[in-house]
């Protein structure tokens, strides 16, 4: 599943990706914003995989379950024919240069006494990479034992464990994973990152002050200024993608919780700085978070409850048992460092002298929010406090 590439042609992909986008990008934001809301410390998630994850049990749901999830996705009761007319391709639209090393996967397993109807399983195939997958949660160990070496052989073994234990009367668990590393277009070099200071709000007083190692490229980036968030929005780029980091940086120390009450306001797209490239002096700290989420909370307060309490899942099984979905979970790992592609940029002057006539500086010192994001798909999203 890693390293997705799109078999379809350009023209036709624009088309079916640009009607879908919809179902992402507004999801996006106010989940976003829920999510990140769940800590004051470190948090990453994958609003992507979770599009993927409710989508699929989506179409496993009936009644007021359907119904929920249908008002989460904001697909405003479109048919379930219409919405996934269009999904499968919308996934096959992942353009992802082989130089970064993005691993996803996502699945859902269910507990084997639950029988799965045959029209459930052709249109699960149809329109996910992955079918569900049935296990015994009765057989601990060997179920963990099977979920783990799933992800460790679709993460090719940058992630090893998901679960560590698990209740024998589970029914249901939407389990999904990330990693990325990315290689930036241009390169931080190495000799310029130095131990500097990173400020921690405290609910009183003066910030506290830890040390961290901060990169420093100096270079052309496109860079706004979101009046809406009270922060500056920059876009760092990765090698040969349209795949870059957006980061939103709060204009003060204690601002990031202001940028994520507003996030919900906005589009995902409106994100993005939208100027020409200009020279900038970008001090960026070097960061790996592997952070693991139950999402349950978060997407019980945007409205989903019946399928955490008892989902109507008609559409996927005539089983009379008693059905949940105990937890939608994920994992996600990424590493932020100097490395990039062996390109030199031109513009590329480190401490030089030379300076332009308009050159602003940047210092990523306090907490803020990045997205990792091509053009119309987030594949990760998180705040950063560094602690
Ligand atoms: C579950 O959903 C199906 C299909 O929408 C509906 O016919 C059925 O009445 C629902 N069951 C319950 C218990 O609500
Ligand atoms: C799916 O694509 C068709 C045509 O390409 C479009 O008319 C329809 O609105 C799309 N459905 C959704 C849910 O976006
Ligand atoms: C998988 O991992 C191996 C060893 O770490 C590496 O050599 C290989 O390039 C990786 N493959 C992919 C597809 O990432
Ligand atoms: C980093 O510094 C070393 C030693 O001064 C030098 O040999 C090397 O070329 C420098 N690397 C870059 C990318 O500037
Ligand atoms: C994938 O992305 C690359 C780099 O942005 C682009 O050149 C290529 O045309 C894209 N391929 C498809 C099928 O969209
Ligand atoms: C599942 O199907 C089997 C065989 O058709 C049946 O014996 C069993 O009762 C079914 N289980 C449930 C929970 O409906």
Redesign the pocket.
């Known amino acids: 599943m890693a390293k997705v590439s799109?078999k379809l042609a350009?023209s036709l992909?624009l088309i079916v990706c640009g009607i879908q986008s919809s179902i992402a990008e507004k999801l996006t934001s106010s989940i976003v914003a829920t999510v990140l809301r769940q800590s004051d410390k470190n948090v990453i998630f994958s609003p992507w995989l979770l599009t993927e994850s409710l989508m699929h049990l989506h179409l496993a749901a009936g009644g007021k379950t359907a119904h929920e999830i249908n008002k989460v996705l904001q697909l405003n009761g479109k048919l379930k024919s219409e919405i996934f007319a269009n999904f499968s391709n919308y996934q096959e639209s992942i353009?992802i240069?082989e130089s970064q090393t993005l691993h996803m996967a996502n699945r859902l397993f269910l507990a084997s006494e639950i029988n799965l109807s045959s029209k459930y399983l052709q249109q699960e195939k149809e329109i996910f990479p992955h079918s569900s997958q049935s296990v015994d949660f009765a057989k601990s160990s060997e179920t963990i034992r099977i979920i783990n070496n799933w992800i460790a052989e679709e993460s090719n073994g940058t992630i090893t464990k998901l679960v560590e234990q698990l209740d024998a009367k589970t029914k249901a668990l939407s389990l999904s994973a990330i990693y990325f590393k990315g290689l930036w277009k241009y390169a931080f070099n190495r000799n310029n990152t130095k131990k500097s200071i990173f400020y921690i709000p405290q609910k009183t007083g003066e910030p506290r002050q830890i040390e961290v190692d901060m990169m420093f490229r100096r270079g052309l980036y496109r860079l706004d200024m979101i009046d809406k968030l009270d922060a500056m929005s920059l876009e760092i780029p990765y090698d040969?993608?349209?795949l870059s980091m957006v980061i939103l940086l709060p204009k003060t120390v204690n601002g990031i919780n202001k940028i994520i009450s507003n996030l919900n306001q906005m589009d995902i797209d409106e994100i993005s700085p939208k100027t020409n490239e200009m020279y900038v002096q970008v001090y960026l700290p070097k960061f790996h978070l592997d952070v693991e989420l139950s999402l349950n909370e978060a997407l019980k307060s945007l409205g989903l409850v019946e399928i955490f309490q008892n989902a109507n899942f008609s559409a996927m099984t005539d089983s009379k048992v008693d059905l949940k979905v105990d937890k939608i979970f994920q994992k996600s790992i990424i590493e932020v460092d100097e490395e990039g592609s062996a390109n030199v940029a031109p513009q590329d002057l480190g401490f030089s002298f030379l300076r332009f006539p308009i050159e602003i500086v940047i210092r990523i010192d306090h907490p803020f929010v990045f997205l990792i994001k091509d053009h119309d798909k987030i594949y990760l999203a998180g705040r950063v406090t560094m602690e």
Do not use: A, H, P
Request: glycine share 0%; aromatic share 0%.
């Open positions: 799109c350009v992909l353009n240069s040969s993608s349209q």
